[in-house]
């Protein structure tokens, strides 16, 4: 079945990642700029890491016929240091023209502090000055909810972003929600210790529907699984659920979502 992952940090994975995605039917992924397990010492760093995501990242993923996009930010971790933050967001329109561009993210919070919340509002900022859309990544342990709310509250805050051009991401049983009824896309992780399993995401998928729902591994550079997404199609399967139901989630819906960006192109 033909499937895109849409938070997954390609940079961190080798080579044969991108084929056992391909041979698993991954046909695109999108990538949020995210931390790189060391905070970047000046705005170079991150110009640098740009031009990996738009122009070397899009190259290694078109060898296995994948389509590569990806988000721009300073995540919640390096916005703590909110003079970097600011040399980083002034910097990212440099790059918002660039063909494989979906919009901000992976903005949000880490640890709910008034720093990270200073910057997640200056780059929601930037995203509705610019008409662009945003990938928010939720906090992971027991501040998610707490996090999540914050995050919903300083969206509602920004009017001219549409609750339809936002995917808030990192959803669980706890907060998925809050974030459909306020009418945002919503993103379930899979990651094998914290954040949640292919059968919760599947429950989720039974309990919530599909509408404006998606699945992503956030494969990166720690224990995670890249093949996270074709897990749960096997566990939709054997669940019985309707192949169009699946492709839905899998396909459908991401493609949906980016389909919203204004430079989004994809051969069908
Ligand atoms: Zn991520």
Same mark, same amino acid.
């Given at each position: 079945m033909k499937y895109i992952d849409p938070h997954i940090h390609m940079v961190s994975r080798l080579t044969d990642d991108y084929e056992r995605l391909a041979h698993a039917g991954c046909v695109a992924v999108s990538e949020p700029a995210f931390w790189a397990g060391f905070d970047r010492g000046s705005a170079d760093g991150f110009r640098d890491y740009f031009r990996q995501l738009t122009d070397v990242e899009p190259k290694r993923a078109a060898q296995y016929a994948i389509r590569h996009y990806c988000w721009l930010c300073i995540n919640a971790k390096e916005a703590e240091n909110v003079e970097l933050s600011r040399d980083v967001i002034a910097m990212i329109p440099e790059f918002l023209d %660039? $063909?494989?561009?979906?919009?901000?993210?992976? +903005?949000? !919070?880490? @640890?709910?502090? *008034?720093?990270?919340?200073? +910057?997640?509002?200056? &780059?929601?900022?930037? $995203?509705?000055? %610019? #008409?662009? !859309?945003? !990938?928010? &990544?939720? *906090? &992971? !342990?027991? #501040?998610?909810? /707490?996090?999540? %709310? =914050?995050?919903? #509250? =300083?969206? @509602?805050?920004?009017? %001219?972003? /549409?609750?339809?051009r936002v995917l808030v991401d990192h959803a669980e049983e706890h907060t998925i929600k809050l974030i459909l009824d306020a009418g945002f896309w919503c993103g379930m992780t899979m990651y094998p210790i914290t954040k949640c399993t292919p059968q919760r995401a599947a429950d989720m998928i039974e309990k919530y529907g599909t509408q404006r729902l998606c699945a992503n591994s956030a494969g990166d550079w720690g224990p995670s699984q890249p093949m996270a997404v074709p897990q749960l199609i096997l566990e939709m399967k054997l669940r019985g659920i309707a192949e169009e139901t699946i492709s839905r989630i899998v396909h459908d819906n991401p493609l949906a979502f980016f389909k919203q960006c204004k430079r989004f192109k994809i051969d069908e």
């Open positions: %660039r $063909a494989n561009v979906l919009g901000i993210g992976e +903005i949000g !919070l880490n @640890k709910n502090t *008034p720093n990270e919340a200073t +910057i997640f509002c200056e &780059h929601l900022e930037l $995203a509705a000055s %610019r #008409d662009e !859309l945003v !990938l928010i &990544h939720t *906090p &992971h !342990l027991e #501040d998610k909810y /707490k996090g999540t %709310r =914050m995050i919903l #509250d =300083m969206l @509602k805050n920004e009017p %001219r972003l /549409k609750p339809e």
